[in-house]
Protein backbone atom coordinates (compact mmCIF):
# COMPACT_ATOMS: atom_id res chain seq x y z
CA UNK A 1 0.00 0.00 0.00
CA UNK A 2 2.27 2.28 1.02
CA UNK A 3 6.61 2.13 -0.63
CA UNK A 4 7.32 5.36 1.11
CA UNK A 5 6.45 8.53 3.39
CA UNK A 6 8.05 11.70 3.11
CA UNK A 7 7.70 14.44 5.37
CA UNK A 8 8.74 16.44 8.17
CA UNK A 9 9.72 14.39 11.41
CA UNK A 10 7.54 15.71 14.11
CA UNK A 11 8.26 13.73 16.53
CA UNK A 12 11.56 10.74 17.35
CA UNK A 13 12.03 8.16 20.02
CA UNK A 14 14.71 5.39 19.67
CA UNK A 15 11.77 2.97 18.17
CA UNK A 16 9.13 5.04 16.95
CA UNK A 17 9.32 7.82 14.17
CA UNK A 18 6.00 10.16 13.68
CA UNK A 19 6.05 12.18 10.24
CA UNK A 20 4.48 15.43 9.37
CA UNK A 21 2.46 14.88 5.29
CA UNK A 22 0.63 17.63 5.09
CA UNK A 23 -0.70 18.13 8.14
CA UNK A 24 -1.11 14.09 8.78
CA UNK A 25 1.45 12.76 10.97
CA UNK A 26 2.23 9.17 10.49
CA UNK A 27 3.14 6.99 13.30
CA UNK A 28 5.95 4.20 12.43
CA UNK A 29 7.53 2.22 14.36
CA UNK A 30 11.07 1.53 13.16
CA UNK A 31 14.39 -0.16 14.80
CA UNK A 32 16.44 0.73 17.61
CA UNK A 33 19.36 0.92 14.92
CA UNK A 34 18.04 3.52 12.68
CA UNK A 35 19.51 7.00 12.52
CA UNK A 36 16.66 8.95 11.57
CA UNK A 37 17.27 12.45 12.70
CA UNK A 38 15.13 14.46 15.33
CA UNK A 39 14.23 17.21 13.00
CA UNK A 40 14.27 17.78 8.89
CA UNK A 41 12.41 16.61 5.81
CA UNK A 42 13.38 12.45 5.47
CA UNK A 43 12.19 10.18 3.43
CA UNK A 44 11.35 6.41 5.27
CA UNK A 45 10.16 3.16 3.55
CA UNK A 46 7.38 1.68 4.85
CA UNK A 47 6.12 -1.78 5.62
CA UNK A 48 2.58 -1.84 6.63
CA UNK A 49 1.39 -4.66 9.24
CA UNK A 50 -2.66 -5.79 8.79
CA UNK A 51 -4.08 -7.42 11.92
CA UNK A 52 -7.78 -7.62 13.04
CA UNK A 53 -7.26 -5.41 15.75
CA UNK A 54 -4.51 -3.08 13.92
CA UNK A 55 -2.66 -1.43 10.92
CA UNK A 56 0.64 -0.80 12.02
CA UNK A 57 3.09 0.98 9.95
CA UNK A 58 7.18 -0.10 9.96
CA UNK A 59 9.67 2.30 8.92
CA UNK A 60 13.01 1.75 7.42
CA UNK A 61 16.39 4.34 5.88
CA UNK A 62 16.32 2.75 2.92
CA UNK A 63 14.77 0.47 0.93
CA UNK A 64 17.14 -2.50 1.51
CA UNK A 65 16.68 -2.91 4.65
CA UNK A 66 13.03 -2.40 4.11
CA UNK A 67 13.41 -5.92 1.70
CA UNK A 68 15.78 -7.59 4.45
CA UNK A 69 12.51 -6.70 7.14
CA UNK A 70 10.13 -8.64 4.42
CA UNK A 71 12.73 -10.98 3.57
CA UNK A 72 12.76 -12.10 7.74
CA UNK A 73 8.72 -11.97 7.90
CA UNK A 74 8.92 -14.65 5.61
CA UNK A 75 11.13 -17.17 8.42
CA UNK A 76 9.12 -19.25 9.80
CA UNK A 77 8.13 -18.27 14.13
CA UNK A 78 9.10 -14.69 12.60
CA UNK A 79 6.53 -11.75 13.19
CA UNK A 80 6.91 -8.20 12.82
CA UNK A 81 8.03 -7.62 15.90
CA UNK A 82 10.42 -10.41 16.07
CA UNK A 83 11.63 -8.86 12.67
CA UNK A 84 12.26 -5.53 14.23
CA UNK A 85 13.55 -6.56 16.66
CA UNK A 86 16.51 -8.65 14.91
CA UNK A 87 16.85 -5.33 12.75
CA UNK A 88 17.47 -3.34 15.85
CA UNK A 89 19.78 -5.88 17.85
CA UNK A 90 21.72 -5.79 14.50
CA UNK A 91 21.49 -3.80 11.42
CA UNK A 92 21.95 -4.56 7.70
CA UNK A 93 24.90 -5.54 6.95
CA UNK A 94 26.33 -7.30 10.41
CA UNK A 95 22.85 -9.20 10.11
CA UNK A 96 23.80 -10.67 6.30
CA UNK A 97 27.23 -11.36 7.55
CA UNK A 98 26.00 -13.59 10.17
CA UNK A 99 23.50 -15.23 8.51
CA UNK A 100 26.22 -15.75 5.35
CA UNK A 101 28.74 -17.18 8.00
CA UNK A 102 25.81 -18.95 9.52
CA UNK A 103 26.82 -17.66 13.04
CA UNK A 104 23.91 -18.99 15.03
CA UNK A 105 26.06 -17.35 18.23
CA UNK A 106 25.83 -13.52 16.88
CA UNK A 107 22.49 -13.93 16.71
CA UNK A 108 21.21 -15.46 19.57
CA UNK A 109 22.89 -12.18 21.61
CA UNK A 110 19.87 -10.31 19.91
CA UNK A 111 17.31 -9.74 22.89
CA UNK A 112 14.26 -12.35 22.26
CA UNK A 113 16.24 -14.55 19.54
CA UNK A 114 17.03 -18.07 20.88
CA UNK A 115 18.76 -20.51 19.46
CA UNK A 116 15.64 -22.07 17.94
CA UNK A 117 14.94 -19.12 16.20
CA UNK A 118 18.86 -18.21 15.18
CA UNK A 119 18.70 -21.56 13.57
CA UNK A 120 15.15 -21.57 11.31
CA UNK A 121 17.14 -18.08 10.29
CA UNK A 122 20.01 -18.90 8.71
CA UNK A 123 18.31 -22.27 7.26
CA UNK A 124 15.15 -19.84 5.91
CA UNK A 125 17.74 -17.20 4.30
CA UNK A 126 21.17 -18.35 3.89
CA UNK A 127 20.63 -19.27 0.21
CA UNK A 128 19.33 -15.80 0.12
CA UNK A 129 22.47 -14.16 2.07
CA UNK A 130 25.15 -13.88 -0.91
CA UNK A 131 22.59 -11.99 -2.88
CA UNK A 132 21.74 -9.94 0.06
CA UNK A 133 25.37 -8.86 0.53
CA UNK A 134 25.82 -7.80 -3.17
CA UNK A 135 22.91 -5.77 -2.75
CA UNK A 136 23.94 -4.14 0.38
CA UNK A 137 27.97 -4.20 -0.08
CA UNK A 138 29.17 -0.61 -1.97
CA UNK A 139 31.19 -0.49 -4.82
CA UNK A 140 30.68 -3.96 -5.39
CA UNK A 141 31.41 -3.83 -9.29
CA UNK A 142 29.21 -5.41 -11.74
CA UNK A 143 26.58 -6.73 -9.42
CA UNK A 144 25.97 -3.13 -8.05
CA UNK A 145 26.00 -1.78 -11.80
CA UNK A 146 23.60 -4.35 -12.78
CA UNK A 147 21.17 -3.97 -9.74
CA UNK A 148 21.34 -0.16 -11.00
CA UNK A 149 19.60 -0.95 -14.17
CA UNK A 150 17.02 -3.13 -13.36
CA UNK A 151 13.18 -1.50 -13.90
CA UNK A 152 12.47 -0.25 -10.33
CA UNK A 153 8.44 -1.00 -11.10
CA UNK A 154 9.55 -4.91 -12.00
CA UNK A 155 11.49 -4.25 -8.66
CA UNK A 156 9.05 -3.33 -6.73
CA UNK A 157 6.40 -6.27 -8.26
CA UNK A 158 9.38 -8.63 -7.07
CA UNK A 159 9.20 -7.20 -3.46
CA UNK A 160 5.63 -7.47 -3.64
CA UNK A 161 5.83 -10.78 -4.14
CA UNK A 162 8.83 -11.92 -1.70
CA UNK A 163 7.19 -10.13 1.00
CA UNK A 164 4.32 -12.82 0.82
CA UNK A 165 6.41 -15.40 0.60
CA UNK A 166 7.56 -16.15 -2.87
CA UNK A 167 11.06 -17.16 -2.86
CA UNK A 168 12.66 -13.82 -4.91
CA UNK A 169 13.70 -16.70 -7.92
CA UNK A 170 10.13 -17.62 -8.30
CA UNK A 171 8.92 -14.14 -7.93
CA UNK A 172 11.79 -12.81 -10.33
CA UNK A 173 10.66 -15.72 -12.77
CA UNK A 174 6.72 -14.79 -12.59
CA UNK A 175 7.16 -10.75 -12.87
CA UNK A 176 8.88 -11.26 -16.01
CA UNK A 177 6.83 -13.27 -17.52
CA UNK A 178 3.77 -10.91 -16.66
CA UNK A 179 6.01 -8.19 -17.44
CA UNK A 180 5.63 -9.92 -21.41
CA UNK A 181 1.68 -9.93 -21.13
CA UNK A 182 0.96 -6.52 -19.27
CA UNK A 183 2.33 -2.67 -18.95
CA UNK A 184 4.99 -2.99 -17.05
CA UNK A 185 4.89 0.50 -15.74
CA UNK A 186 1.43 -0.46 -13.85
CA UNK A 187 2.64 -1.96 -10.24
CA UNK A 188 -1.06 -3.00 -9.62
CA UNK A 189 -1.10 -4.91 -13.16
CA UNK A 190 1.95 -6.54 -12.94
CA UNK A 191 1.66 -7.83 -9.30
CA UNK A 192 -1.69 -9.07 -10.19
CA UNK A 193 -0.30 -11.18 -13.12
CA UNK A 194 2.40 -12.46 -11.57
CA UNK A 195 0.08 -13.89 -8.87
CA UNK A 196 -2.22 -15.40 -11.08
CA UNK A 197 0.46 -16.89 -13.18
Known amino acids: MFDYIEGE?????????VLDV???????????????????RVRAWTHLVVR??????????DRETRDLFRLLLTVRGVGPTMALSVLSGL???????????????????IRGIGKKT???I???????????RAKSSPGSGPARTAEAGR??????????LVSIGYPEKEARASVERAARKVDRRDLEKLVRAALTG
Open 9 to 17: VARRAPARL
Open 151 to 160: DPTLEDAIAA
Open 122 to 132: LLDLRDKAAEL
Open 22 to 40: GGVGYDLFVPLSSRFPHSG
Open 118 to 120: AEQ
Open 91 to 109: PREPLIEAVAAGDTATLTR
Open 52 to 61: EDAHTLCGFE
